[in-house]
C-alpha cells in the first residue's frame, strides 16, 4: 500500500516522507546560490535534467547550519508538480510504516518543525517525525514572513 | 604579375569548404551503406549499393584531385578501383574486403580531417596495401560504361511515361529532374531515356513500375506528362540500366538547399524576439482593453492569439529544418565496435535500430563522443571474453545494442550489452576508498550513476587504452545534462548494462557572455550588451546615492552587481562593464570579471522557491554546476527603483 | 541570349567551373546535375556551350553526346568534355561520340576559361573537325 517511507536525519531526528512524494534520492554536488531567495533555500542543482531547488531542512527547522560531507544527501520530492530539493544530513533507509501506527503529533510539537508534522511513529524503539510535504513545500508563509 | 599555378591555387582555395562539405555528404552516404553490408549474405553486396559506394568514391577522388589533396585523391582511387572490381563480378565481396573498405573509409575520413585542421596526414599505404589484398591484379583500365541490370522482382504494372519539356513547365518548376522524383515516390524506375521526336523536339521516356492506379498518371496529364500501361512483355528501353533501389544520392540538383547552421541559429533568435515582442503586446493590450468597445476587443484579442499560434508554429517549423538523422552518429559506431572487439578479442555483434529518429542537428555533433565512449565502455568492459561467456551458458559472442527513438517531446537513445553488468560490490568498495559513504543495500540506478560519475572514481587503470582514454561517465553525463537531458543506468549482474539517454527534442540556445561576480559565474545574453568596456576604478564619481562612470564623451549611471546580488566584489583597479540599454535608460554594470563567450542552452528556473527578479533561468556550462542567466536590464531597473525609493523614505 | 551549361553531378564541381567561366562576357550559367537535365536545358533555350562530365549517375557523358549529335539543332554545339579518365581509349571515345574538346580534372582554371571562350565566342570553330587537347 502506499505505507512506503523514505527515512533521513536531521540533526540526529529522524524524518520520514510518503516514497510516492520522493522521485529520487541523490548525491549534493554543487549547489548555487540564488540572490534574493529565501533564507532556508540553498540555492539550485540540477536533477534530472531539471533546475531545482535546494531547501536546506537544517535552516528551514531552525538550526545552524553545516557543511556537506559524504553522507548528506538530496532528498527529491515532488507534488503539485513542483520538484524541490531537500538537503538532509543523511537519508538510506526505505521502510514500511503501517498507518496505524502513526499518531498526531503531541500537543507539545510545537514551534517551527510542529507545522510540517503529519504525525509520529516509533518503530523498533525509534521515533520517527513524518512530515508533511505540501506544507514543507508551501511558499505562502513565506511571504508573510519576508514582510 | 602571377603565375597561372598561382591563381589557380587561389582559386581553388576559395572552394576548399564545398569540398569539405561535399566529401562529408559522401562520407556520410558511404558509412550508411558501409554499416549495412553483409558479406555472409546469400546474394553478396547488392549491385545498387556497389554502385552508389562506387561513385561515392569516384566522386571524392575527383574532388580531392582538383583541391590537390593528393593523400585523399589516391586512397580513393583505390577505393574506387576495388568496386569497380566488384561491380563488374571479377571479385566478390569477402569478410576481409568490408573491412578494407570500412579500414579505407575510416582513413579516408582522417585524412581529410587533417588537412582542414593543418595537422600532419595519417600514413595511406597500409590500407592501399589491404585493398590491393583483396583486389585481382588489375588489367588496363577500361573506359567504364559497364551497367549491370540487375533482375529483381517486377513491383506492380509497367508503366510508359513520356515527358515532354518546355520553358513554359519549367517556368512552374516541372522539370525532368522534378519528373524523375515523382516517380521514385511512386515505384520503381526501371529504365529512363531521352527521344528526339519526329518534329525535332525532344521527350524522355521512362519505365517506371508501380502498384499504383492509373488515377495518379492522369492527374500529371496538365504537367506534360503522358502516361500509358506497359504489356507484360514489352521490349526494354535500349541503354539504361535500372536507377539504384537504394534511392538514389542525395546530390542531384535538388530538392535540398545546404543551410549554414549560423543563418538558422539567426533564424531562431528573430523569432525569439517576435515572441518576447508579442507578449509586451499583449500586456499593452490587457492596458487597454477597459477602453476599447467589447466588439473591437474581441477581434484585436483573436489576432493576437493567433499571432501566438503562428509563431509558435513558426519556431517549430525552424526547428525542425535542424532535424538530421541520429542514423549520422550511429552509422560510425561498426567501425568503433570492430575496431575495440577484434583489438580486445571479443566477438561483439551489434545491432541498430531506428538510425531514421531525428534530432538537433547541435546534439548530433555534441552527442556524437558521448556515444561512442559507451559503446567503447560496453565492448572494452561490459562484454566478456567469449571463454567466461560459454561458462556462463551465453552465447560467445556478446550483443550489443544500439536503439533511439523519439517519444513526445524527448528523443531516447539507448546503449545496451549482455555482458557482465556492473560489480557493485567493487563499486561500494571504490567509493567508500575516496570517501563517499554508502550502505550495505541495493546499489542501484540514480546513485549508482552518481558514484560512477564521482570525481576520482574509476575501476579500471586510466591508462587503459580501450576504455576511450580515461574520460570516464562524468563527462557523458555532463554532456548529456549539459543539453537538458538525462542519463539512467540499469544494470544487472551477470547479464548485461543499458545506459538511456533522454534528450529534449527541441532547444532554446542563445550566445551569452560568462562573467564571474564575487565568486559566482553568471551567463549574460550576448542580446542584451551592447558594449563590454574596462573602466579605471578612480573615475567612478559618486553623485547623490548613486554611481556614474564617464562613457564615450558622457556619464552612465554604474551599478555594482556584487551589492545587487549581496556579494563581495573582488577589489581591482579597474571595473569591467556590462553596457545594457540604449539612450536615456543605458547603464553600466559593473562585475569582477569577463570571461568568455559561448552558446548556452538555456534551462527554465520555475518553482516559486527560486524565482528571483533579474535571473531568466540557468545553463549548465559542462560540469553539471547550475549558472544563472541574468537579464541585466531588469536587475538595473529594480536597483534604481530600489534607490529612488530609498532616497524618498530618507527625504532626501 | 545563350547559355553555358555545365553538367557534373558533383555540386562542388559546379560552382567551380562556373567560377573558372565567370569572365566570359555575355553568357549565362545553367548548371545541370545529370545528362538527363543536360539534354533537357537543350530544348527550354539557345545553348551556345556545354562543359559536360562523363561519369554520372543516369546517363553517361558519352551517352549524352551521342544524342547531342543525332539531334540536327545540336550537331554544332561545342561540347568540352570535362573528366577524371586521362587514358587514351576513354578521349578516343569520346572525341569520336562528338566531343569538340577533351579536358581532364584537375583543370587549370585559365586553361578551361580561354577554350570555352573561344569555343563560345565562334561555335564554327567547333565544326572544323576535332581539337586535341592543348
Known amino acids: 500500500m502506499k505505507d512506503n517511507y523514505i527515512l533521513f536525519t536531521v540533526v540526529d531526528t529522524t524524518y520520514g516522507v510518503a516514497s510516492q512524494d520522493v522521485a529520487h534520492v541523490e548525491l549534493v554536488e554543487d549547489v548555487t546560490r540564488v540572490p534574493n531567495a529565501p533564507q532556508h533555500v540553498d540555492g539550485v542543482v540540477f536533477s534530472r535534467g531539471a533546475v531545482v531547488p535546494a531547501v536546506n531542512l537544517r535552516a528551514r527547522f531552525g538550526f545552524e547550519r553545516v557543511p556537506v560531507d559524504a553522507r548528506t544527501r538530496l532528498v527529491v520530492v515532488q507534488r503539485e508538480g513542483r520538484s524541490v530539493g531537500l538537503i538532509v544530513d543523511a537519508a538510506r533507509e526505505f521502510v514500511t510504516i503501517p498507518s496505524e501506527t502513526i499518531h498526531p503529533p503531541a500537543e507539545g510539537l510545537t514551534g517551527t518543525t510542529g507545522k510540517y508534522l503529519r504525525g509520529v511513529a516509533t518503530i523498533g524503539g525509534r521515533m520517527i517525525l513524518i512530515l508533511d510535504v505540501t506544507e514543507l513545500l508551501n511558499t505562502n508563509e513565506l511571504a508573510a514572513q519576508e514582510k | 604579375m602571377a603565375s597561372p599555378e598561382q591563381g589557380a591555387d587561389d582559386f581553388l582555395a576559395g572552394f576548399i569548404d564545398d569540398y569539405y562539405a561535399e566529401c562529408d555528404e559522401h562520407l556520410t552516404t558511404i558509412r550508411r551503406l558501409l554499416s549495412d553490408a553483409n558479406p555472409a549474405a546469400a546474394r553478396g553486396m547488392p549491385a545498387g549499393t556497389i554502385e552508389e559506394l562506387f561513385r561515392a568514391f569516384h566522386s571524392i577522388k575527383g574532388l580531392s584531385g582538383m583541391v590537390e589533396l593528393r593523400d585523399a585523391e589516391l586512397l580513393a582511387h583505390h577505393m574506387e578501383s576495388y568496386l569497380r572490381q566488384l561491380r563488374a563480378r571479377e571479385t566478390v565481396l569477402s569478410s576481409q574486403g568490408l573491412d578494407a573498405l570500412i579500414g579505407g573509409t575510416s582513413l579516408l575520413e582522417r585524412v581529410i580531417a587533417a588537412h582542414r585542421e593543418g595537422t600532419s596526414s595519417p600514413v595511406i599505404a597500409p590500407a592501399i596495401e589491404a585493398l590491393a589484398i583483396v583486389s585481382v591484379p588489375d588489367l588496363t583500365g577500361r573506359p567504364g560504361t559497364e551497367r549491370e541490370t540487375s533482375i529483381e522482382q517486377p513491383l506492380g504494372t509497367a508503366w510508359s511515361v513520356v515527358f515532354t519539356p518546355s520553358a513554359a513547365l519549367a517556368a512552374r518548376g516541372v522539370t525532368v529532374d522534378r519528373v524523375r522524383t515523382r516517380l521514385t515516390e511512386i515505384g520503381r524506375i526501371t529504365g529512363a531515356a531521352p527521344r528526339v521526336d519526329d518534329a525535332g523536339g525532344i521527350t524522355f521516356e521512362f519505365v517506371v513500375e508501380s502498384v499504383q492506379d492509373a488515377s495518379v498518371f492522369e492527374s500529371w496529364a496538365n504537367d506534360g506528362i503522358v502516361s500509358t500501361q506497359r504489356a507484360a512483355h514489352s521490349p526494354e528501353i535500349a541503354g539504361h540500366a535500372a536507377e539504384p533501389a537504394t534511392g538514389g544520392s542525395a546530390l542531384t540538383s535538388s530538392h535540398f538547399v545546404r543551410v549554414d547552421l549560423g543563418r538558422l541559429d539567426e533564424l531562431m533568435r528573430m523569432i525569439g524576439d517576435l515572441v518576447i515582442t508579442r507578449a509586451r503586446l499583449g500586456e499593452s493590450l490587457a492596458k487597454i482593453e477597459a477602453r476599447v468597445p467589447a466588439v473591437e476587443w474581441r477581434t484585436v484579442q483573436e489576432n493576437s492569439h493567433s499571432m501566438e499560434r503562428q509563431l509558435r508554429d513558426l519556431r517549430e517549423g525552424v526547428m525542425r529544418v535542424r532535424l538530421v538523422r541520429i542514423g549520422e552518429i550511429f552509422e560510425r559506431m561498426p567501425f568503433v565496435v570492430r575496431d575495440l572487439a577484434r583489438e580486445s578479442g571479443r566477438g561483439v555483434e551489434l545491432q541498430i535500430t531506428g538510425q531514421e529518429t531525428e534530432i538537433d542537428k547541435y546534439l548530433v555533433e555534441r552527442m556524437m563522443d558521448p556515444v561512442l565512449h559507451l559503446v567503447r565502455n560496453a565492448v572494452s568492459h561490459g562484454i566478456e571474453p567469449a571463454a567466461a561467456r560459454r561458462a556462463s551458458g551465453k552465447d560467445e559472442t556478446g550483443l550489443l545494442t544500439l536503439s533511439a527513438a523519439s517519444v513526445g517531446d524527448l528523443v531516447t537513445i539507448e546503449v545496451a550489452d549482455d555482458g557482465r553488468g556492473v560489480d557493485v560490490d567493487a563499486v561500494r568498495k571504490r567509493a567508500r576508498a575516496i570517501g563517499i559513504a554508502v550502505d550495505e543495500g541495493p546499489l542501484e540506478g540514480r546513485e549508482l550513476l552518481d558514484i560512477l560519475c564521482a570525481p576520482g572514481f574509476s575501476t579500471r587503470d586510466t591508462a587503459d587504452r580501450a576504455a576511450g582514454r580515461g574520460v570516464g561517465m562524468a563527462v557523458v553525463r555532463n554532456a548529456v545534462q549539459e543539453l537538458g537531458g538525462v542519463l539512467t543506468l540499469d544494470t544487472v549482474r551477470g547479464q548485461g548494462t543499458r545506459f538511456l539517454i533522454e534528450l529534449p527534442l527541441t532547444l532554446a540556445i542563445t550566445d551569452a557572455i560568462i562573467a564571474s561576480v564575487g565568486g559566482q559565474i553568471f551567463a549574460v545574453p550576448q542580446s542584451s550588451v551592447r558594449e563590454v568596456i574596462d573602466v579605471p576604478a578612480e573615475s567612478v564619481r559618486a553623485l547623490e546615492n548613486h554611481e556614474i562612470m564617464p562613457y564615450r564623451g558622457g556619464v552612465l549611471p554604474l551599478l555594482r552587481l556584487a551589492s545587487v546580488f549581496g556579494l563581495i566584489a573582488r577589489p581591482g583597479r579597474t571595473l569591467h562593464v556590462f553596457v545594457i540599454g540604449s539612450g536615456a535608460s543605458a547603464v553600466g554594470v559593473a562585475v569582477d570579471r569577463i570571461h568568455t563567450q559561448r552558446e548556452i542552452v538555456v534551462r527554465t528556473m520555475t518553482d516559486p522557491l527560486i524565482r528571483s527578479e533579474g535571473i531568466t533561468g540557468a545553463t549548465d556550462l559542462g560540469d553539471g554546476r547550475v549558472v544563472l542567466i541574468l537579464d541585466l536590464l531588469r536587475t538595473a531597473r529594480l536597483a534604481s527603483e530600489a534607490s529612488a525609493a530609498q532616497a524618498l523614505r530618507s527625504g532626501a | ?134
Open chain 3, 1 to 134: 541570349m545563350k547559355s553555358i551549361v555545365i553538367v557534373d553531378d558533383s555540386p562542388t564541381i559546379r560552382r567551380m567551373v562556373r567560377a573558372a567561366l565567370a569572365g566570359i562576357p555575355a553568357g549565362r550559367f545553367i548548371e545541370a546535375a545529370s545528362g538527363l537535365e543536360a539534354i533537357e536545358q537543350l530544348t527550354l533555350g539557345p545553348v551556345g556551350l556545354m562543359v559536360l562530365d562523363l561519369n554520372m549517375p543516369d546517363m553517361h557523358g558519352v551517352e549524352v553526346l551521342q544524342f547531342v549529335r543525332r539531334h540536327p539543332a545540336f550537331r554544332s554545339l561545342p561540347v568540352i568534355v570535362l573528366t577524371t579518365r586521362g587514358d587514351d581509349e576513354s578521349r578516343r571515345i569520346a572525341m569520336e561520340a562528338g566531343a569538340t574538346l577533351y579536358l581532364t580534372k584537375p583543370f587549370v582554371p585559365q586553361v578551361l576559361a580561354g577554350h570555352a571562350s573561344d569555343l563560345f565566342a565562334s561555335p564554327q570553330a567547333a565544326q572544323e573537325g576535332h581539337r586535341g587537347e592543348s
